[in-house]
């Protein structure tokens, strides 16, 4: 995944580069099957448009530059957050089912089932906050 950027300023090794660019992770909004994540975009708002990252190219204030992350985590990233919650919501549900045989086991085996994805989240969001594989990379814009 890539975005464009600019660099405000740098900070004992950090850049600071706020996002330039308007469309989503991809770039295939517009194509046949893009996901249409810049729709998400703009009907909620962009919320993170300013990021420190290493200066690993000795970028200088004002210089456009672009902010990459691998597909890889951003697809597993995805997965943890937006999939295992409704897995464990429908597999929470089914053991209550299961277990209790009513509507209301259902509901406690689905609220049991999403908090304990909550938690999973929340675990991922801790490991992956430390892991430099799902920390974007600062690039000039010709590289690929």
Do not use: K, N, W
């Not at 469309?23 to 893009?34: D, E, K, N, S």
């Amino acid at each position: 995944m890539r975005a464009e950027g600019r660099v405000d300023r740098i900070e004992g090794g950090l850049a600071v580069v706020t996002l330039t660019g308007t469309g989503g992770g991809c770039g295939r909004c517009a194509q046949p099957g893009g996901c249409g994540s810049e729709l998400l975009t703009q009907a909620f708002g962009r919320r993170c448009t300013r990021f420190r990252v290493p200066d690993t190219i000795g970028a200088r204030p004002g210089e456009s530059v672009v902010l990459e992350l691998p597909e890889s985590s951003v697809t597993r990233a995805a997965g943890v957050v937006y999939l295992m919650p409704v897995v464990f919501v429908i597999l929470g549900a089914a053991l209550g089912v299961a277990a209790g045989g009513t509507d209301a086991g259902a509901a406690a085996g689905a609220a049991a089932g999403l908090a304990a994805s909550l938690a999973g989240v929340l675990a991922f969001h801790r490991m992956a906050s430390s892991d430099p594989r799902y920390r974007p990379v600062l690039c000039r814009p010709d590289i690929h």
